[in-house]
């Protein structure tokens, strides 16, 4: 017995040591990638010392004496936060994702390269004038510098070592490269066209069906610029129809798109001068999509705001005399055509009545455990063959699109950065192209503006696939800068846009059809419109605003025809007297909220999933700007076909039908999760926020190292000030909303205020990797310091960067 004793005491050492081992070993990986920020060191480049301040969420100040410098230090003290994601988002723009990830990304790799980034990116760095040439320079020399010290002393990311490689050298190219990255990112197009097109396969073309699946632009009655007059011909314009094809798969690459901005005067600000907020709707993931930053060259420049990890300029934020801040236009800024191949040679394609040679390119894409792959790109003088690469064999479409042609987005946030009026910030902005934005404005002598900053092609058609046989719908240039609308200093003291309608019913230039319906942007105005003046606390208010412009339009509507059901469920009545008692605010405690949502996705569903099927349904109403268009149509004409439910033959559905099915379905389906009893139902119970890693699929990986955080119970929607977003074909965990959250006050900017939903790290032992995201979900914020002194003051961590053998 003593024996069998000693060898089981001998058994359990030895587990205890592997586990501990294992422990520790666990211990290092996720903590070998975290950097000392107390630790000074010295820089080969650098030609005078460099100071960065830390504050308690780790976000740097970087004090320097000259533009070299400054960047230089950024690119250093960037990758100390986030080394991993910059190379992420390099090998999506490159379309080198497949590498580390597998075969399961080829597709989207092919989908990335067929758009030349890195192509146009050299294009515009040719065209890039020295001082910033310099500064991306001295940006990758930064970020390589740190990519070697790490390196040698095996310190890299914990996602390098669990992905198997090591980051390459950056360059400028690659910083470059990241305006296609948010272009593509941006272009809402790029997914609905397709979505279109494949409604054209499930819904004859020439039935009411399609028609009513389309926004209906002139149910939309609030654009960003009310007042904006050209006096410009109008060009032709004509819808082209879609014709039939097999359906295209999904590329694997999300995106979304979202925003608000407003600003007031000093006659509507409590201080006497503007006040200014932004809050750009993203994906939310960590690491985060923005760096928050504070960039200082002694008597030069003074810049705070959020960057993209990557490049070394301030995207969205202030300098010491203008603030500013984006929001998506929903630019129509892509085209697809349907080529017609020559039948005796497949590499030529009929153009104006002559047969044309497309370019192709034959493209070697490695693969993580695997043979390389060898794949085949083809290009129009429109652009790429898209259908190709998602197996379409019968039809060729081609993709024009404004993220092709020749723009300097990174120029223009250079310029914005240094900009100290309305005229150099219009210089700045007139550069936006690719991304197409409705930039605000304000200035410390008290003027405040509003910019559509777009490429908005000229051309004959827009939605859907047209014909390219000819050059008839082939895009005819831009519209000047000068006739895009814009404000500056309205009488009313106030500006503002959130993803609605951009101009009056009278301009005219095609923009777009995608446009959001405009329930924020009237709430945002109603707010703006409650006081004489406005305050800092006002604005954090109307950043945290639940209460629905949806609910107010659907509510009475949807009560019509609840209140004709004739019901003996008690659970019903009560459901039904909890929504017509409620105030419309989305909070994640109201029971009337749950459902709400519940009978909102309910409808849609009952409405057109018969028409759609499955697959091609969760595609359209995940596209959220068309399911929402189609609401809006159907609540103005109740009559419309898609009513019926064609799957029941003999009958004819009204809406009443669809109503009273869709809420009886709702109720049944929330008693039969949460009970009976009402009081226990909540919104927040099925809306919650997960903040994800990209590798967080790899479940043991996410649980080991804690890669992910979550989930947070939240309030809101996709049709509240605050948003947060959800899939409306199933489920309501948000992974989209406010992806960051500022407020400029110019009265003193020590004032402003600033949150994002993760942290400043990247690597995610750190513990600056999500710190910042309970304070986000509670609504707070925290200071935006420029004055140095009240940097130092705050600071928690100092560092010094000095030149290497001075």
Not at 212 to 220: H, I, N, R, T, V
Not at 233 to 251: H, I, K, N, Y
Request: aromatic share 10%; charged share 25%.
């Amino acid at each position: 017995m003593k024996t069998l004793r000693r060898a089981l005491l001998v058994v359990i050492i030895v587990l205890i040591l592997i586990l501990a081992a294992g422990a520790l070993f666990v211990r290092h990986l996720a903590r070998k990638g975290l950097p000392d920020y107390n630790e000074d060191v010295s820089l080969a480049g650098l030609k005078e010392s460099v100071t960065i301040y830390r504050d308690s969420f780790a976000i740097p100040h970087i004090y320097a004496q000259n533009e070299n410098d400054l960047y230089l230090a950024t690119g250093y003290v960037m990758a100390q936060d986030r080394l991993w994601q910059m190379d992420l988002i390099r090998r999506v723009t490159e379309g080198r994702l497949a590498e580390i990830f597998g075969k399961g990304l080829v597709d989207a790799d092919l989908f990335m390269r067929a758009l030349r980034i890195p192509e146009k990116s050299r294009l515009v760095l040719a065209q890039t004038e020295e001082p910033m040439l310099a500064g991306l320079r001295a940006f990758s020399d930064g970020v390589n510098q740190y990519i070697e010290g790490r390196k040698s002393g095996h310190r890299l990311p914990l996602e390098f070592s669990l992905l198997g490689y090591v980051p390459e050298k950056w360059t400028p190219e690659h910083s470059v490269n990241l305006i296609g990255y948010m272009a593509r990112d941006l272009a809402v197009a790029m997914d609905c066209d397709v979505i279109l097109y494949r409604l054209g396969q499930k819904v004859p073309l020439a039935e009411g069906r399609y028609k009513e699946l389309l926004p209906d632009l002139s149910l939309q009655k609030t654009p960003v610029f009310p007042d904006f007059k050209l006096d410009v011909p109008a060009p032709v314009f004509e819808s082209t129809l879609l014709q039939g094809a097999r359906a295209l798969d999904e590329l694997g690459l999300t995106v979304f798109a979202g925003s608000n901005n407003w600003a007031v005067s000093g006659s509507k600000s409590v201080t006497g001068k503007p006040l200014l907020a932004n809050d750009m709707h993203l994906l939310i993931f960590a690491p985060g999509i923005w760096y928050q930053m504070h960039q200082v060259v002694d008597g030069e420049l003074n810049v705070t705001g959020v960057a993209l990890p990557g490049t070394p300029l301030i995207v969205a934020g202030h300098n010491d005399r203008i603030a500013w801040g984006f929001t998506n236009v929903m630019n129509d800024d892509v085209d697809f055509y349907r080529e017609k191949i020559n039948p005796a040679n497949p590499s030529e394609y009929e153009f104006n009545g002559a047969w044309r040679v497309m370019e192709e390119r034959r493209e070697t894409i490695r693969i993580r455990k695997g043979k390389p792959v060898e794949k085949s790109l083809r290009f129009t003088h429109r652009g790429p063959i898209i259908s190709e690469s998602k197996g379409i064999k019968d039809a060729a479409l081609s993709m024009r699109w404004v993220g092709s042609d020749l723009s300097n987005e990174l120029r223009a946030v250079y310029r914005l950065n240094r900009a100290g009026n309305w005229e150099e910030f219009t210089g700045a902005v007139r550069e936006f192209r690719a991304l197409s934005q409705n930039v605000v404005y304000a200035d410390v002598d008290g003027n405040i503006g509003l910019y559509c900053c777009a490429g908005v092609p000229i051309r004959k058609g827009g939605i859907g696939i047209a014909p390219g046989e000819t050059d008839e719908y082939d895009w005819k240039g831009y519209v000047p800068f000068e006739e895009l609308p814009h404000v500056y200093n309205p009488p009313s003291g106030v500006v503002s846009s959130a993803n609605n309608k951009t101009a009056p019913d009278d301009y005219p230039y095609y923009i777009s059809y995608l446009f959001f319906p405009p329930y924020r942007i009237d709430r945002i105005r109603e707010m703006l419109s409650e006081k004489d003046k406005l305050s800092v606390a006002d604005f954090q208010a109307m950043h945290l605003d639940v209460r629905s412009k949806l609910v107010e339009r659907m509510k009475d509507e949807l009560l019509a025809e609840i209140g004709t059901m004739k019901t003996t469920d008690a659970t019903e009545e009560n459901a039904s007297r909890i929504l017509d008692s409620w105030d419309g605010r989305v909070t994640g405690d109201s029971a009337a909220a749950l459902v709400f949502e519940e009978l909102y996705t309910a409808l849609l569903k009952n409405l057109i999933e018969d028409e759609l099927g499955p697959d091609l349904y969760k595609a359209y109403v995940d596209s959220d700007i068309l399911a929402m268009g189609y609401i809006e149509n159907v609540l103005g004409e109740k009559n419309s076909e898609s009513v019926d439910d064609v799957r029941t033959a003999g009958a004819r559905e009204t809406w009443p039908d669809i109503v009273q099915k869709s809420f009886s379905e709702t109720v049944a389906s929330l008693a039969s999760r949460f009970g009976s009893d009402i009081a226990r139902w909540r919104w927040d119970r099925v809306h919650r926020l997960v903040v994800k890693h990209p590798m967080a699929s790899v479940r043991l990986l996410d649980r080991v190292f804690r890669l992910s955080r979550g989930p947070y119970p939240v309030g809101g929607s996709f049709h509240t000030v605050c948003p947060f977003y959800y899939p409306l074909s199933g489920g309501f965990d948000s992974d989209a909303g406010a992806s960051q959250r500022h407020i400029y006050s110019l009265a003193d900017w020590n004032d402003s205020l600033t949150v994002i939903p993760t942290g400043e790290s990247g690597v995610p032992a750190s513990p600056f990797y999500c710190d910042q995201t309970k304070l986000y979900i509670a609504g707070q914020y925290h200071s935006d310091y420029v004055e140095r002194g009240r940097v130092e003051k705050n600071a928690k961590f100092r560092m010094t960067i000095r030149p290497e053998n001075p």
